[in-house]
Every structure is written in C-alpha cells, then in structure tokens.
C-alpha cells in the first residue's frame, strides 16, 4: 500500500508540474508571440517595428495581430513605412507546442504603405539595402545574429485593402502623393515543400518584395515612369539576392515573370548591363592579343 501511495503521490506531483508549465506557456504566449513577431520583422527589414496586440486563443487554434506599424527608416519624414489593420491567423493546436508552428491560413485585412524619394533615393532602396545584407549567405542561409524562435510552416497568406502613398517629386516646393490601390494579394506555398518551415524574419523577407512588386505593377500610369523605374530596379536586385522562392511570390501577384516585371529605365536592364559586360570583356581580349603579337614581333 505504501508503494501505490507513493507512486500516487508521485504522478499528481508530474501532472501539478506539467500543469503548472501549460499555464506559465499559457500565460505567456501573447507576450511571446508578440515579441517574435517584432524581433523578426525588425530583424529583416532593419527598422524599428511594433504591435499594438497579440491574442492567441489556443483551444481554437487562432491567432489575432492588431496593428503592425514598420518605421520609416532614418531620414524620412512619413509616419511609416508599413501599417497593417488585423491579422488573423489559423494554426494548428499541436504545433504551438513543438518548434515548427503550422500555420495554414494568415488573412490580413488592411495594409497602409508611405513611399517617399529623398534626393534620388527611396525609403525602398534603403529597405533593399538592408534585406540584401542579411542574405550574404545565402537565402536559406541562417545568421549568428538572427532572432530565435518557432520555424513556420505556411499555406496560405491572403492580403485586402492595400493602399500605397507614393510620393513624387516637390512640385512648387511642396511634395505631391497619389494613392495606389491594390487589388487582394493570395499567396500559396510560402514555404518549402515537402513540410519545410522558415523562421519570421526569412517569411518577411520574402513576403515584402512580393507586395512591393503588386504595387509597382497596380501603379503604372499614375506613377512616373522614372519613379516607376527606379523602384523596379531596387527590387530587382534585391529578389535576385533573395533567390528563387522570393522571385515565385512575386510571380504569383502580378501573373508575370520576374525578368519582364522588374526590368530597368530602358526596358531592357539585364541585357544592357551583359552587353556592356561583353564589350568590355571584347575589349580586353583584343589588346591582350595585341600586346602578345608586339612581343612575338
């Protein structure tokens, strides 16, 4: 009897700790979740990025983000760069709990965006910038210093109500903005197949090029082209670096390849910058060839 006792005692003492440590995850998931989205998010993107909300419902398997709002990098005047209106999320209960979180739908109502040119340079550029450092390694490769957390697996994320602010050049002295609307964004397949997962900050990086392209192309004829151009080639060089998932998103919203859609001022970018490669590549060879002959002689 004193055995059974014991082992009595023994498992209400497991079921207490266990119990105790759901409710500690329980009472913390908001907070934690909200943290990594923050972390993540400023990690890809280089800028100081906050939540408003986080409510995590665990029995029903959701998720809700209120207000996502990305700073405007340094030196810009917009309130920011990205603001977002409510994110819903639906996961499955399970993988809260293991270090993959699968995630099959993100529905994200509302998206506000400030494009503003400083001198010849955009806010874009500079984010360009950023994203581009973090994939010297590749972009699958993981950084010492990226942000720890739960990988995601995810099927689908859509987007509504997307409204870009682009500014123009100062007419007058002052600047003008025109409003470009987007229509919903649905994106399949974030992540690699076969069950992969990535972390926040590599799910950023290739969602915001994706919703940077769908502006661009909703854009045209009410953007300058010149403007139109140069933010082309920013994203074009950094969906480059970024590689082939990134350059899948982006084929999926605008329902063109990568090449056409994100060609520089002449139409034709790529080429040029092979052809003068060429000629300079023609160039060289010929005095080589010229030098050798000179010393033979």
Request: without cysteine.
């Amino acid at each position: 009897m004193k055995i059974v006792s014991r082992l009595l005692k023994f498992g209400i003492l497991i079921v207490l700790l266990i119990a105790g440590a759901l409710g500690v995850v329980w009472w913390k998931i908001d907070s934690l979740a909200k943290s990594g989205i923050e972390l993540g998010t400023n990690y890809a993107l280089g800028v100081d990025t906050k939540v408003e909300d986080v409510s995590v419902s665990l029995l029903r398997g959701r998720l809700t983000v209120s207000n996502l709002t990305v700073a405007n990098p340094v030196g810009y005047e917009q309130p920011h760069l990205f603001r977002s209106g409510l994110f819903d999320v639906r996961a499955s209960l399970p993988s809260f709990f293991s270090d993959t979180v699968r995630i099959e739908s993100i529905d994200l109502d509302g998206l506000d965006v400030f494009i503003e040119r400083k001198q010849k340079k955009t806010n874009i550029s500079v984010i360009g910038e950023h994203l581009k450092k973090r994939t010297g390694g590749g972009a699958d490769a993981p950084a010492d210093d990226a942000p720890a957390g739960k990988s995601l697996n995810v099927g689908r994320v859509a987007i509504r109500n997307i409204v870009a602010h682009v500014q123009l050049l100062p007419i007058g002295g002052k600047a003008s903005v025109v409003d470009v609307r987007v229509p919903e964004l649905v994106f399949e397949n974030l992540t690699p197949e076969g069950g992969g997962a990535v972390a926040v900050h590599e799910l950023v990086r290739r969602l915001v090029p994706a919703v940077l392209a769908a502006i661009l192309k909703s854009g045209e004829g009410v953007v300058p082209a010149d403007l139109l151009d140069s933010l082309r080639g920013d994203l074009a060089s950094v969906t480059e670096q970024l590689g082939e998932e990134a350059g899948k998103l982006i084929q999926q919203v605008t329902d063109d390849k990568l090449g056409p859609l994100l060609k520089g001022v002449d139409g034709n970018l790529k080429e040029g910058i092979e052809g003068a490669g060429k000629k300079v590549e023609d160039e060289i060879k010929k005095g080589l060839e010229g030098l050798l002959n000179r010393k033979k002689e």
